[in-house]
């Protein structure tokens, strides 16, 4: 079947949606705060520092992670929110730092071999 101009215009809304499936396929993940948010509030030290603040610090965290998810790679995203659900209740206050430093080294510049990271040794012995 020979393809012709006017059968482009049938082919566009399914490129769209396409490409709108592969973005959506992908969300923030749903973690289940309330484990994590009832030890806090147990293991309280402040009174201000309860369940209802800890609730409020995740849903802050989460909408954070909603608006900046695509800027981190899918091997990042899968390496954080591994290590954020092992062992204890997991955090979106947690991912969220992770995912920023995970995307810092990221754009380190490559070490030399000096493993001083390409800057110079007497630039670093100044840095205080």
Known sequence: MKLTLIHMPALLPVLLLGSQIVLAADPVPKLDIGRSCRSAGAAAVMATRDKAA???DENVAR??????WSQFSPA???ECV???TLGGGPSYVELLPCLELAKQVKE?????PNGNGGEPIEKLRHIK
Do not use: G, I, N, S
């Not at 909408?63 to 900046?68: A, G, H, P, T, V």
């Not at 380190?108 to 030399?112: H, I």
């Open 63 to 68: 909408d954070k992670l909603e608006q900046e």
């Open 54 to 56: 800890c609730e409020r």
């Open 82 to 84: 591994r290590l954020v």
């Open 76 to 78: 990042q995203r899968t």
């Open 108 to 112: 380190l510049p490559a070490a030399d």
